[in-house]
């Protein structure tokens, strides 16, 4: 029985493990400089959902700075976020979550 109950464990904390939110990574790494609806330090995610798709905005978490020209951008501010798939997965879906609001 012990066995049983330590896999159960076992597998919910691993399924657990992964369990942030794109929201949660946005209040971790983006808030300081973006907004969800408003203009902040950059531009507000409704603004970029509407312009850009899913691999452009994991592309310029990736790197802004070989981005911005080809976004058409004078300069880029944006630093260079060191984050995992996921968690770049994540922030893109959460931005594009305010396409058209």
């Known amino acids: 029985m012990n066995k049983k109950l330590f896999a159960a464990l076992f597998f919910?904390?691993?399924?657990?493990?992964d369990a942030t939110?794109?929201?949660?990574?946005?209040?971790?790494?983006c808030w300081g400089c973006h907004h969800q609806t408003s203009e902040a330090f950059g531009p507000?995610?409704?603004q970029i959902a509407n312009k850009r798709?899913?691999?452009?905005?994991?592309?310029?978490?990736?790197?802004?700075?070989?981005?911005?020209?080809s976004f058409g951008y004078k300069?880029?501010?944006?630093t260079k976020l060191k984050l995992t798939d996921k968690e770049r997965e994540k922030i893109a879906n959460y931005v594009l979550s305010?396409?058209?609001k």
């Open 98 to 100: 305010y396409k058209g």
């Open 21 to 29: 939110t794109g929201k949660e990574v946005f209040e971790t790494y």
């Open 75 to 78: 300069r880029t501010v944006m």
């Open 53 to 69: 798709t899913f691999e452009e905005i994991q592309a310029y978490i990736i790197d802004p700075e070989s981005m911005y020209k």
């Open 12 to 17: 919910t904390s691993f399924l657990s493990a």
């Open 44 to 46: 507000p995610f409704t």
